[in-house]
């Protein structure tokens, strides 16, 4: 299944729903049944909360950048967030994840190591904040998967080929879709999440300093959180884009082509290029020369 609008088909076509379609159509591929694929989901989120604890300990260590997420905590704890405290908590999230992925450390690609903070701390501040029952985290994850894919099918997922863009906003588009069907939205506002969500973020370039995923990787993945919640409310009050989602999937195919190469993860434009930036990264050459290059 390459695009949204095949999907919406295909539901129609065989009266199922957008879980239900997705899953019979991955558990076919897999040969496997639907149990099994939620499972899967089930242990996938296992593993992106070990790694949200992992992110928070002392003994991580980025190269460049501080832990910030107990910042973020102690700042939740004693203040009133004014970003909302389900937003600031799902940044929070992000932060430790990321920088267990910096630090080494085992994460969940989401859709990619680069932008892996960003749809579990969605998922995790939403499910602290709804409490839900049953399996509807696993199916959030199963649904955020499907975007994921249609992205990796008519675009692509890496920095490399098309920015930050194709990295974290993927996953900012995974949560926002994920949100709208764990709060009962329909497969239509699932998709109407997707396209705002990608909209906003066309055009973010991919500028690792030191060609390292920590600046400014893992706060893009602590800010950009909140992208998906504010498009999975839109979507939610019957807004909707006037791009249909597979057309702007296709526009960040275009986009992310367009960029030219120091602003697809070569560490060579944007704020990898400040004089800051280029300093951090003498300063790693020297004392690790394998940053050469």
């Known amino acids: ?64 950048v501080e832990l910030d997420a107990p910042k973020m905590r102690r700042y939740r704890m004693e203040r009133d967030p004014l970003s909302g405290s389900i937003s600031a908590r799902a940044s929070e999230i992000a932060l430790s994840i990321s920088t267990c992925n910096s630090s080494m450390g085992r994460v969940v690609a989401a859709p990619t190591a680069g932008s892996c903070g960003m749809l579990p701390g969605v998922l995790f501040s939403w499910e602290e904040h709804r409490n839900p029952e049953g399996d509807l985290l696993s199916e959030g994850l199963t649904v955020a998967a499907f ?55 066309l055009g973010l370039v ?6 390292l995923v920590e600046v400014p990787c893992i706060k893009r993945n602590g800010m950009l959180v909140s992208l998906a919640f504010i498009a999975a409310d839109m979507a939610l ?32 434009g944007g704020v990898a290029a400040t004089s800051t930036g280029k300093a951090i990264t003498a300063k790693l050459r020297e004392s690790a020369p394998s940053l050469e290059g």
């Open 206 to 211: 991919c500028d690792p300093v030191a060609g």
């Open 1 to 64: 299944m390459r695009s949204f609008g095949e999907m919406l088909a295909y539901m129609e076509e065989n009266g199922v729903n957008l879980l239900e379609a997705i899953l019979e159509n991955e558990a076919a591929e897999l040969e496997c049944s639907t149990e099994h694929v939620l499972q899967g989901m089930a242990d996938r989120l296992k593993t992106m909360r070990r790694s949200m604890d992992d992110g928070a300990r002392k003994e991580m260590h980025p190269k460049i």
């Open 147 to 201: 975007i994921g894919q249609i992205i990796a099918e008519r675009a692509t997922l890496a920095g490399a080929d098309g920015g930050c863009q194709a990295e974290c906003g993927a996953a900012g588009a995974m949560a926002a879709g994920a949100l709208v069907w764990m709060e009962g939205g329909s497969a239509d506002q699932v998709f109407q999440a997707v396209a705002l969500t990608l909209k906003s973020i």
């Open 237 to 268: 009050a019957g807004i909707r884009s006037v791009i249909p989602a597979d057309e702007v999937v296709d526009s960040l195919y275009e986009v992310g082509r367009s960029l030219p190469p120091s602003l697809r993860e070569t560490g060579r």
